[in-house]
């Protein structure tokens, strides 16, 4: 089986088949370029509503690539609003914790406060400060919005466009997948990974891989006998963003261990093949964003969230794998999966042996990843040569080097 223009999505560009060069996972001043054409204008996620549930919640998140640290908090309001976590006075960094729940934030040098909606409050001996405009000084905005429950931030003075013309095509998902009620949560990995961060982010971005350096951990999960390249049943463009459907393999024999738990739980992921079809009846009727060409074997939508998000939308779980540049060849990896929250304990177990499964596979990317990069820096080889199933990582490659290369962050 061959991947062809049949399988490609109306409005995805013609990119050819042509060798890439190694120069985007290299060059010092294509980094350089990254962190302000890409990642100063684009959405990019960084948190979920439901981390922040009620007023005064809040969580604090590093996007190193912009030396920032980001403040995102639920106000008095309802409202979330981002914020940069530094004091109008000497620009101590305010919030020290990872998340928690306030009515004022207190800075700790000299107790400067403000409150969620990020007005300056109170500054201890303010007599001695008779030039200060307190209205002035309150905390840095950053421009945020929320769709389906996923927190943006765009560090653009003003974003060139809204979060919502910024998806685009993908807007229809909030009806067609939900995430309002997956609000249970295991961060399988958080990691520094020697690599630079499309290296570890093109690993998410095609199955052809996964019987071979997964062999011992996935094995044939996504490469039944009729695909054994894992090739996607489908890649459709959404402007910068993309969307990659992947096929289950449902003569796939489960181990003793899984077949226990898909007894007594509804399979997460990649295991169930049929008992998915039926169940994709029930959530995806109707809708061509999940499952678009309908087929039985259908596992996942992952969803190339622009700049540096796949977004991995099965049936009973999504995953999203983040990977942040920490510099030219370092990246931070966050791997978050949200589910219903389980209602047993079998379901639990079932989770449990999912998670246990991923972080495995995960731990062989990143071995991958870093010798990849070693060899990437040898200069043994000037380019890469994509297979047509691949057509993800090329997407998104010339994605970037679009943006890089001057055209707006904006689709
Ligand atoms: S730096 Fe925050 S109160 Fe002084
Ligand atoms: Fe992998």
């Known amino acids: 089986m061959a991947f062809t223009a049949a399988q490609i999505g109306a409005g995805t560009p013609d990119l050819g088949d042509a060798p890439l060069s190694l120069t985007p996972f290299l060059s010092p001043d294509y980094f350089a370029a990254e962190r302000e054409q890409v990642f100063s204008r684009s959405w990019l996620n960084i948190a979920r509503g439901c981390e922040v549930p009620k007023p005064g919640d809040f969580v604090v998140r590093d996007v190193e690539i912009r030396h920032a640290s980001v403040l995102v908090v639920r106000g008095q309001d309802g409202e979330v609003r981002a914020f940069h976590n530094v004091c109008a006075h000497r620009s101590a960094r305010i919030e020290w914790r990872r998340q928690g729940s306030c009515k004022l934030f207190s800075c700790p040098y000299h107790a400067w406060s403000y409150d969620t909606e990020g007005r300056l409050r109170g500054v201890p001996g303010l007599e001695n400060f008779p030039t200060l405009d307190k209205a002035a000084n309150g905390l840095t905005p950053i421009a945020c919005e929320v769709w389906n429950d996923l927190v943006f931030i765009n560090f653009a003075a003003e974003p060139p466009q809204s979060l919502r013309e910024f998806l685009g095509g993908l807007l229809p998902f909030e009806r067609d997948y939900p995430l309002a009620d997956m609000d249970a949560s295991a961060t399988v990995e958080v990691a520094v990974v020697n690599c630079n961060w499309k290296v570890f982010l093109h690993a998410f971005l095609e199955a ?43 003569e796939r024999r489960a181990g003793p261990m899984e077949t226990l738990s898909q007894r007594h739980a509804a399979d997460l992921l990649s295991t169930g093949g049929k008992a998915r079809a039926s169940a994709y009846e029930e959530l995806g009727s109707g809708t061509r964003l999940l499952n678009p060409t309908g087929a039985a074997n259908w596992a996942l939508e992952g969803v190339v969230l622009f700049p540096n998000v796949m977004w991995l939308a099965a049936m009973g779980s999504c995953t999203l794998h983040k990977v942040w540049p920490l510099d030219l060849e370092r990246s931070r990896f966050e791997s978050i999966t949200y589910y219903p929250r389980p209602r047993s304990v079998s379901e639990r177990f079932a989770r449990e042996l999912r998670f246990a499964l991923f972080r495995d596979t995960i731990v062989e990317d990143i071995l991958n990843t870093e010798y990849s990069q070693q060899a990437l820096r040898s200069g043994a080889k000037r380019h890469m040569h994509l297979q047509r199933g691949e057509i993800a990582i090329r997407h998104h490659y010339h994605q970037v080097d679009r943006v890089v290369r001057g055209e707006t962050a904006h689709v």
């Open 208 to 250: 052809y891989h996964l019987n071979v350096l997964h062999g011992r951990s996935l094995g044939n999960t996504f490469n039944p006998p009729d695909n054994p390249q894992g090739d996607p049943l489908y890649y459709r463009a959404f402007g910068r963003h993309g969307c990659l459907t992947i096929g289950a393999n449902l």
